[in-house]
C-alpha cells in the first residue's frame, strides 16, 4: 500500500488549501481513512477521520467548522478554509482496513503516508 499526499504548500492567514491522499496503487481495498499533522518536536496530532462509506466523520475540535474531510473509494482529501499560523505542520494522511479498530483512532499497524508540509503565514 502506498499513500501519496499533494496540495501542501505555502499560504496566508485566512486562505484555504485542499490536501490529497491517494491509494496510489490501489491496493488497500476497503479502508477507513484519516488526516494527522505533526510539528516538529510534538507528537503527532489528529485533525479528521472519515468512515468507509463516509458515514462517520471526526474532527479535532482545533479545525471543526474550518476543515473538512470527504472521500472517493481510492483517496481522501482535507479542505482547509480560514487557515491560521497554527495550524503549520507537516500532513499526514492513514488509512485502517475495516475491521481493524475504530475509524478515527490510528497506530504503526497502520498505512501511512509521507507527508506534506502546509505553512501558513501571519
Known amino acids: 500500500v502506498q499513500l501519496v499526499e499533494s496540495g501542501g504548500g505555502l499560504v496566508q492567514a485566512g486562505d484555504s488549501l485542499t490536501l490529497s491522499c491517494s491509494d496510489f496503487?490501489?491496493?488497500?481495498?476497503?479502508?477507513?481513512m484519516a488526516w494527522f499533522r505533526q510539528v516538529p518536536g510534538r507528537e503527532r496530532e489528529f485533525v479528521a477521520a472519515i468512515s468507509f462509506a463516509s458515514v462517520r466523520l471526526r474532527y479535532a475540535d482545533s479545525v471543526k467548522d474550518r476543515f473538512t474531510i470527504s472521500r472517493d473509494s481510492s483517496s481522501v482529501y482535507l479542505q482547509m478554509n480560514n487557515l491560521q499560523p497554527e495550524d503549520t505542520a507537516s500532513y499526514y494522511c492513514a488509512a485502517k482496513k475495516i475491521g481493524s479498530g475504530l475509524y478515527y483512532t490510528y497506530g504503526v499497524d497502520d498505512y501511512w503516508g509521507q507527508g506534506t508540509q502546509v505553512t501558513v503565514s501571519s
Open positions: 496503487e490501489r491496493t488497500l481495498g476497503a479502508a477507513h
